[in-house]
């Protein structure tokens, strides 16, 4: 069985042309072509790089609740409340997010799964005590799956993943990987500068982005594969710091012709996402 890599890459969607778009060579380093529609889908003897649905046939502009619990799921959250919510997801997505999330299945099917993402306990206290919810749906999916959160400690240990990329992400991350089925990790840097419309930025995280996936690969295509997404547009478009109604990027990195194929024709939209890493395991 094939480790597998989930990157969920915050806030980046595909757009038509380079202009304003700090993040048009994204993946460059792999594929060879910018990042924009015209030029997708890419598949090759390593990857298949396409773009997907964010808006699941709602109207109104994409958001993080529902887009991650639609992700996570395999649920459209957005039909499902009948609207995009933004930021943290109310009660009726905690409890699809309690029961349906991915992590939860791969634990229950036996597969060995974490999140390598660094927390800080102050994190928890802080957010636990407030009435509202304001975990997002990656820390909560987390909580619901009975995985442990990753702190200073683990990193010490060469164990845990800063979400900023630095201090020996690339060994840590490959440390994790090689003791694990299902590795969980979130990156919403992307999403933070595009709402601040800060292009210099994001033009640096993508290219941070683009040197910690290559190493990865480079160093862990004999272990692992790894598959990438995104909840919503945002970063793509510097003329906004609201998020866009563009389509989100699907990566797949693998040497396994066959999947990348059947996903190529079977990944439409962010709800297929779920299906996508179980038929990764347990379908081809």
Same mark, same amino acid.
């Given at each position: 069985?094939?480790?597998?890599?989930?990157? /969920?890459?915050?806030?980046?969607?595909?757009?038509?042309? #380079?202009?304003?778009?700090?993040?048009?060579?994204? /993946?460059?380093?792999?594929?060879?072509?910018? /990042?924009?529609?015209?030029?997708?889908?890419?598949?090759?003897?390593?990857?298949?790089?396409?773009?997907?649905?964010? #808006?699941?046939?709602? *109207? =109104?502009?994409?958001?993080?609740?529902?887009?991650?619990?639609?992700?996570?799921?395999?649920?459209?959250?957005?039909?499902?409340?009948?609207? @995009? $919510?933004?930021?943290?997801?109310?009660?009726?997505?905690?409890?699809?997010?309690?029961?349906?999330?991915? $992590?939860?299945?791969?634990?229950?099917? =036996?597969?060995?799964?974490?999140?390598?993402?660094? /927390?800080?306990?102050?994190?928890?206290?802080?957010?636990?005590?407030?009435?509202?919810?304001?975990?997002?749906?990656?820390?909560?999916?987390?909580?619901?799956?009975?995985?442990?959160?990753?702190?200073?400690?683990? @990193?010490?240990?060469?164990?845990?993943?800063?979400? @900023?990329? #630095? %201090?020996?992400?690339?060994?840590?991350?490959?440390?994790?990987? +090689? %003791? !694990?089925?299902?590795?969980?990790?979130?990156?919403?840097?992307?999403?933070?500068?595009? !709402?601040?419309?800060?292009?210099? &930025?994001?033009?640096?995280?993508?290219?941070?982005?683009?040197?910690?996936?290559?190493?990865?690969? +480079? +160093?862990?295509?004999?272990?692992?594969?790894?598959?990438?997404?995104?909840?919503?547009? +945002?970063?793509?478009? %510097?003329?906004?710091?609201? @998020?866009?109604?563009?389509?989100? *990027?699907? $990566?797949?990195?693998?040497?396994?012709?066959?999947? &990348?194929?059947?996903?190529?024709?079977?990944?439409?939209?962010?709800?297929?996402?779920?299906?996508?890493?179980?038929?990764?395991?347990?379908?081809?």
């Amino acid at each position: 069985m094939r480790k597998l890599l989930y990157i /969920f890459l915050d806030g980046v969607g595909v757009t038509t042309s #380079t202009i304003e778009n700090p993040v048009s060579t994204l /993946f460059k380093n792999l594929t060879g072509v910018d /990042f924009i529609k015209d030029n997708l889908p890419v598949l090759n003897k390593d990857l298949l790089l396409k773009y997907i649905d964010a #808006t699941l046939d709602v *109207p =109104g502009i994409p958001q993080s609740a529902t887009g991650q619990t639609s992700l996570m799921t395999g649920v459209n959250a957005q039909q499902f409340l009948g609207y @995009h $919510l933004t930021a943290f997801p109310n009660q009726k997505l905690i409890e699809l997010i309690e029961t349906k999330n991915i $992590l939860l299945e791969l634990k229950n099917r =036996g597969l060995k799964v974490t999140c390598a993402n660094i /927390f800080s306990r102050e994190y928890f206290i802080k957010r636990s005590a407030r009435k509202k919810n304001m975990f997002p749906v990656s820390a909560l999916s987390v909580m619901k799956s009975g995985i442990e959160f990753r702190f200073i400690e683990d @990193h010490e240990r060469g164990e845990a993943v800063f979400a @900023h990329l #630095t %201090n020996n992400p690339v060994e840590n991350m490959l440390n994790i990987c +090689n %003791n !694990h089925d299902f590795i969980f990790f979130e990156y919403f840097i992307t999403d933070s500068y595009g !709402h601040k419309k800060d292009y210099s &930025k994001i033009l640096k995280e993508t290219e941070k982005i683009n040197s910690f996936i290559e190493k990865l690969w +480079n +160093n862990g295509k004999n272990n692992f594969d790894i598959i990438l997404t995104s909840d919503h547009g +945002n970063s793509e478009d %510097n003329t906004t710091a609201n @998020h866009t109604l563009n389509p989100v *990027p699907f $990566l797949y990195l693998s040497q396994n012709m066959k999947l &990348k194929e059947h996903f190529n024709s079977s990944v439409k939209s962010i709800t297929d996402f779920k299906k996508a890493v179980i038929d990764h395991y347990f379908t081809i």
